[in-house]
């Protein structure tokens, strides 16, 4: 890939905040470090804090040594790299505090400005406001959100609302980081480029498919947020849709931010609303117990610091999922997501139909379909489960279940897979929205969630317990076996 020939200033709102330090600085090293960052890039760090350049460099190199791999921190390019870091204190809701920051920009008046909103999502609108104010944009800024955006649709439409009065939807990149991760990408790949799986991927072909994204950590000291959050809005809102969206969508015309959001909102209207008689037997909602992770115990949630003895936040969700359209009417999508599972895992796995008319001996009726299994997270890779004939001269014709697989780390030419947070870096300095959220997915995202959401705010009762490293609650087993299926651990 080529070196961006614009110089871009990156802002950085929150730059002394947990993403900033952990994700964003070292995601700009990796660019850098990989000739993507142009020379004359600026990264300017705000942040309340009165300090100078260079303690703040310093604090950012000290993170870097902490998120970086020691072999990748290479003494030149760290120099380069954090001679382009400046800061400067702003109080984000003073206009006047923005004076600084303009004289900063102002030495370059012509560069694409981008600034990075990782702060809360209640200060977007006042940080929009005051940039504008204060002089700071130029005809070539754009903003970055972080997620979530709001807490449902009517707060999320606020914040919209409160950004767009000063900047319009293509100066908007919404970040999903799962959008940014090469595997989810590869969705893409795998879908349109072969033909082999563009012509079977439909309902008359395809039986279900399952969507899990499992979590090994718990609430890592962040209880007062996902308290408030749990994991429908920490996870379904936003990551699992997204993904459901690119398993889903119809093909877009070309590979345009708009052709591909626009089939992504397609499928999203036509996701099938959850209504209180499905709660029974749509969804499953848990909430993890103290248990043992990988020999260790480890507290329940409610056992957690800071832990309020009302809460019945959700730890965990299932969803057996319809889409109301040609291609997957009949289909279900079960989605999976929960804290405290057994190990970190994203994958999709898509179970094909069996052949109409089985030949072979009728005890082995039960292997005879193919599956796909993607993997996103860890392993990244891809998998397809096909049929053998059991090899040997005393075997007859039995069949055999095996698979060919695909290590994306041993089959690409780099074996560093990178960051999502590279990936989304690099495509907003390039100008590119096709990994970025578009106002209506949000909305549509958060209407589905709303109603179900809406559901539980009635209901009584917790979730549902699961001992932490475990899979969820039985409950979860049970909806796909009352389907004749099954998660595909338990295959
Ligand atoms: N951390 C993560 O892994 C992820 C974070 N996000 C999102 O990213 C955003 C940032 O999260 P995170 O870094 O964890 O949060 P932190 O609380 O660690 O950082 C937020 C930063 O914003 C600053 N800030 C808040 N209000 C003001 C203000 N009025 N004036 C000046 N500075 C202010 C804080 O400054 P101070 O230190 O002075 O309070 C802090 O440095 C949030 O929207 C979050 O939801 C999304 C996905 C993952
Ligand atoms: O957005 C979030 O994602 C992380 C999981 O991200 P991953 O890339 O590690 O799979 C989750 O832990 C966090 O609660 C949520 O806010």
Redesign the pocket.
Known sequence: MSIPNTSSDIVI????????Q??LFASLYQLERAGLLSQETRIIGV???EEDTASFTHTCEESLQKYIKADELEPEILARFLDKVEYCA????ETESYQNLKAILDQSAERARIFY?????S?YGSISRNLTRSGCTNTNSCVVL???IGHNLQSSNEVNDQVAEYFDETQIYR?D?YLGKETVQNLIALRFANPLFGSQWNQSHISHVEITVAEKVGIEGRWG?FDKAGQMRDMVQNHLLQLLCLTAMDPPDDLSADMIRNEKVKVLKALRPITLEMCNTHVVRGRYTKGVLEGNPVPGYMEEEGANPDSKTETFVAIKAEINNWRWAGVPFYLRTGKRMPEKLSQITVHFKPQPHFIFDESQRHLAQNKLVIRLQPEEGISLQILNKDHGLNKGMRLRSESLNLNFSQSSEQSRIPDAYERLLLEVIQGNQYLFVRRDEVEHAWNWCDQLMGHWANDTKPPQPYSAGSWGPKASDLMLIKDGNSWHEDQ
């Open positions: 709102f929150g730059a002394m905040g947990d993403l900033a952990r994700k942040a309340r804090h702003v109080n984000f809701t909103y990782a702060t809360p999502a200060i972080e997620k979530p970040i980081h947020y």
